[in-house]
T-cell receptor
């Protein structure tokens, strides 16, 4: 089945550690996105990528890094520079800017 | 002005009621618009795309007003299962999607 997969579903991290969230899609989509959602809040764009080996910062990129070495993969690293990383992270992909986005099931990151 | 702005609600309505949500956007060049539904602690899922003058799907009607830069979602004959957060999504310069903060709907018996 085609889809977009995020892993892990739940992640716990100690303060000061970097952690990488996985996002893989087999929909052959060019565009991929990372969003952050805090309780009771909307989605905020962290990074997006329109093509392999290229990505752009979103509204809240500080403390995060990404790579797009393969079309199907867009991992997000939450670095120790991110001051408040506890949140729900959603990865999405779309065929092009004009079409709807498909979401993974999300990763809940908790800093302990 | 926020890029994509929605009334956060919450909207609390009885079963069978008609409820409407509005969403305004600031980018006049936007070409694609969507309504997503998000259940608690789940990922958003596409409810409807909104193209040209709008469209209807059963009890749901979405409309677009380009001149005033807003889209709307109308839900008729509300069901308990319609309780969720509804997100307005606007394509931005053909590059990325911008989400509204969402409008929370609770349908009560």
């Amino acid at each position: 089945d085609g889809g977009i997969t995020q892993s892990p579903k739940y992640l716990f991290r100690k303060e000061g550690q970097n952690v990488t969230l996985s996002c893989e899609q087999n929909l052959n989509h060019d565009a991929m996105y990372w969003y952050r959602q805090d309780p009771g809040q909307g989605l905020r764009l962290i990074y997006y990528s329109q093509i392999v080996n290229d990505f752009q910062k979103g509204d809240i990129a500080e403390g995060y890094s990404v790579s797009r070495e393969k079309k199907e993969s867009f991992p997000l690293t939450v670095t120790s520079a991110q001051k408040n990383p506890t949140a729900f992270y959603l990865c999405a992909s779309s065929d092009a800017g004009r079409t709807e986005a498909f979401f993974g099931q999300g990763t809940r990151l908790t800093v302990v | 002005r926020k890029e994509v702005e929605q009334d956060p609600g919450p909207f609390n309505v009885p079963e069978g009621a008609t409820v409407a949500f509005n969403c305004t956007y600031s980018n006049s060049a936007s070409q694609s618009f969507f309504w997503y539904r998000q259940d608690c602690r789940k990922e958003p899922k596409l409810l409807m795309s909104v193209y040209s003058s709008g469209n209807e799907d059963g009890r749901f009607t979405a409309q677009l007003n380009r001149a005033s830069q807003y889209i709307s979602l109308l839900i008729r004959d509300s069901k308990l299962s319609d309780s969720a957060t509804y997100l307005c999504v606007v394509n931005w310069n053909n590059n990325d999607m911008r989400f509204g903060a969402g409008t929370r709907l609770t349908v009560k018996p």
